[in-house]
Nanobody, 117 residues
Framework: QVQLVESGGGLVQPGGSLRLSCVAS????????MSWYRQAPGKERELVAV???????NYADSVKGRFTISRVNAKNMVFLQMNSLKPDDTADYYC???????????WGQGTQVTVSS
């Protein structure tokens, strides 16, 4: 059974930091590109960061220099370190796994991040 379980969300003040975690099970983690998406109320889901199966990171322009994605294949985990958080970062954050060459993709249930004073 495939599972992606996110954790680490919460309420943080502007300028603060949070670290999101996603633990995967039920598939060969190392063969998947791992991504973080977010969806704010009333907005479409958007890609935040991706770490390819080969270990290359890419970021949305809105988070470059503030967020860092990482993965530990031995633990089937992907992380999103979020620094200098802004109110615009408020959203539900979702972990996504996409196979590097097959049409297979999975989603987690999401974790809520609220940036507010």
């Amino acid at each position: 059974q495939v599972q992606l379980v996110e954790s680490g969300g919460g309420l943080v003040q502007p300028g603060g930091s949070l670290r999101l975690s996603c633990v995967a099970s039920g598939f060969t983690f190392s063969r998947y590109h791992m991504s973080w998406y977010r969806q704010a109320p009333g907005k479409e889901r958007e890609l935040v960061a991706v770490m390819t199966s080969g270990g290359s990171p890419n970021y949305a322009d809105s988070v470059k220099g503030r967020f860092t994605i990482s993965r530990v294949n031995a633990k089937n985990m992907v992380f999103l370190q979020m620094n200098s958080l802004k109110p615009d970062d408020t959203a539900d954050y979702y972990c996504n796994a996409k196979h590097s060459y097959l049409q297979l993709a999975y989603w987690g249930q999401g974790t809520q991040v609220t940036v507010s004073s």
